[in-house]
């Protein structure tokens, strides 16, 4: 499996696959893995609630929306996939963790749920054939393919884990 072709991504997401080291999906899927769950079992309880600034999300909210957006994508490669060719809307992020009620959350139940949909993204990824992987769709009015949307996936987290060591902690 190699690196997606970046022309069959849009350019807004350029940025989140261009922060994957990996030039294999599933060693990406397996090393974040592992690498994220230690992070975030590893951040001080005092700074999961803080917001480094007005109208920004606190750590807990961050997490949440990680949460979130794994499984829209998600759903978006199995769709594709399945050679569905619905096209599929995109999601405002902002909206979704106004509403996720993230701040009443218990921390360690968090976590363990990224971890149980990590485990299935990292089990629908695996069993993806080549055929599969190189599946177009529209999703959020652009095209895109499943094996973009694999390192997609891997490259949000690694965004969000930049941005809460430089401005959270």
């Given at each position: ?23 294999d ?43 979130d ?62 055929d ?7 999703a ?30």
């Amino acid at each position: 499996m190699s690196r997606p072709d970046l022309s069959r991504v849009p350019e807004w997401y350029h940025r989140y696959i261009n922060q994957v080291q990996e030039n294999d999906l599933m060693e990406a899927i397996q090393n974040q893995t592992a690498n994220f769950s230690l992070f975030l079992e590893s951040l001080p309880a005092e700074k999961i609630d803080y917001k480094y600034a007005e109208g920004k999300w606190t750590i807990k909210e961050v997490l949440q929306h990680i949460i979130d957006a794994e499984r829209i994508f998600a759903y978006r490669a199995l769709c594709f996939a399945r050679k569905d060719s619905t096209p599929l809307p995109g999601f405002d992020e902002n909206s979704y963790a106004d509403n996720s009620k993230a701040a009443g959350r218990d921390w360690s139940e968090m976590v363990d749920e990224f971890k149980v949909v990590r485990q299935s993204t990292a089990i629908l990824f695996k069993n993806f054939d080549e055929d599969q992987l190189e599946t177009n769709g529209i999703a959020s009015n652009k095209p895109v393919y499943v094996l973009g949307i694999g390192f997609i996936i891997v490259g949000h987290i690694n965004h969000h884990v930049a941005v809460i060591k430089e401005r959270y902690l």
